[in-house]
């Protein structure tokens, strides 16, 4: 199945690139191999360069890696200063070790660094990093105005608030660089900390002045404005969806444990009824109507489904490479990487060949805007050719019409040196 060019029609449902990115995030909660959170942010990152567009949105997932590279050196930092709970044999470096009152037994500055409690803080950082930067994967292909419009009406004023908070780092990210971009046209540096201090008050200038339009729009439209509902369905309302709510916490730790394996599915099943009933009472409330809806199709169902597939095998990977899955640090042993969840975690690449491609990446959009430059300059070639022949044509015309109209009147034309004036 060839990928279309992607339109208003078949644009992929942001919501589907979030059930991906999901997915791939929960694989990466379940393991602390460093080869396997690596290819999964490899998987993650493929996708985003084969299938991100040009919108402003699409270019956070840069500041998301960057901020997960900050969080591994964080707590490399931590586990450096204060001390790892890991013991260790090999000691690194000993610190000199600041004395702290009795109340704060447990608690160290200082001391002996092992390469043991390195090694941990190096595997805890990087799986946390994988999880931000598949959350910055799904922040740089779903656009947040077709997910908003596909949240159900009970949760569309908290879908709103959602969604402007997931558009502040895109914003933030594109304000910096037109920032810095005009700053280098203007002859001043554009990196160091003197230059993000330059930098950062017009950041925030600009915040400000999107908050209040964007407070202005919101009250333009009417936001916040409801139906009238009866007491008894906004009560029932409230009794399904946080007994949904609270079936479906209840479904997952049973799921999740040992014993609750019996019960665990049926109350999950039955928590997710009720929410979704009571969401689709809630939905009456809301005073809104929708414009072209999003369509769920195949191609969405097969994104979703590679990262829910991702997830689930990595979770049934636990059961039979629960040591490969977690290499440990005590004692230090190099990791390995195992070949079925490996394996898993490469399905997670479907969607780079399913989903639709962004505008402007086919072949024929490539080769189309050569083709109009070529004739382009070709047709400017030969319209400048033809001016410059009708320009020499003319000025050749205008001299022998000169030189005709000299002679007659006795007067030699211009550039002959060898003919006088008659006296008169």
């Known amino acids: 199945m060839s990928a279309p060019q992607a339109t208003r029609t078949t644009a992929l449902h942001a919501g589907a690139w979030w059930l ?28 985003v360069a084969a299938r991100r567009t040009n919108a402003p949105w699409a270019r956070s997932y840069g500041a998301f890696v960057k901020l997960g590279l900050v969080v591994i050196a964080v707590r ?7 001390g790892s709970p890991i013991p260790g044999t090999h000691t690194l470096v000993t610190l000199p070790e600041v004395p702290l009152p009795h109340w704060a037994k447990g608690v160290r500055i200082g001391g002996r660094v092992t390469a043991e409690g390195m090694v941990f803080a190096l595997y805890d950082g990087l799986k946390l990093a994988t999880l931000l930067i598949c959350v910055g994967a799904a922040n740089a292909l779903a656009n947040p105005a077709r997910l908003l419009k596909s949240l159900p009406g009970a949760l569309y004023e908290a879908g709103v608030a959602v969604v402007v908070a997931m558009t502040f780092a895109p914003n933030l990210v594109a304000d910096v660089q037109r920032l810095r971009a005009a700053r280098r046209l203007r002859g ?10 330059q930098v950062g008050l017009p950041v925030l200038e600009g915040a400000l002045e999107r908050s209040v339009a964007l407070a202005a729009a919101m009250d333009a439209r009417g936001y916040g404005r409801s139906a009238e509902v009866p007491p008894a369905v906004r009560h029932l309302t409230s009794v399904l969806t946080l007994g949904g709510l609270l079936g479906i916490c209840a479904g997952t730790y049973g799921l999740l444990g ?4 019996g019960y665990g599915l049926p109350l999950l099943l ?3 009824a009720a929410a979704l009933a009571g ?3 809630g939905g009456r409330r809301s005073v809104r109507s929708r414009y072209r809806p999003d369509r769920w199709g195949a191609r969405a169902w097969l994104v979703a489904g590679s990262g829910i597939a991702v997830a689930a095998l990595m979770i049934w990977a636990n059961d039979y490479a629960a040591t490969a899955l977690h290499p440990p640090a005590v004692p230090l042993t190099a990791p390995v990487l195992p070949l079925w969840p490996a394996a898993s975690v490469l399905l997670g690449l479907l969607p780079a060949f ?4 962004p505008p402007g990446t ?3 959009d490539r080769t189309e805007p050569a083709d109009r430059t070529g004739r382009a300059d070709r047709s400017d070639r030969t319209d400048g050719t033809e001016r410059a022949d009708r320009t020499d044509g003319t000025s050749s015309a205008s001299k022998a019409s000169g030189a005709a109209g000299a002679a007659s009147r006795g007067r030699a034309p211009d550039g002959d040196p060898h003919t006088k004036e008659p006296t008169q």
């Open 354 to 357: 399913v989903a639709p491609l």
């Open 279 to 281: 969401l689709w009472l």
């Open 76 to 82: 490399l930092v931590f586990a450096f200063v204060l």
């Open 20 to 47: 991906w990115a999901l997915g791939l995030a929960t694989a990466a909660s379940r393991t602390t191999n460093p080869l396997l959170l690596g290819l999964l942010v490899g998987v993650a990152g493929y996708v």
């Open 258 to 261: 040992d014993a609750g394996g």
């Open 362 to 364: 086919s072949r024929a």
């Open 270 to 272: 039955a928590g997710l």
């Open 188 to 197: 001043r540096p554009d990196r160091g900390v003197t230059a993000l201090l």
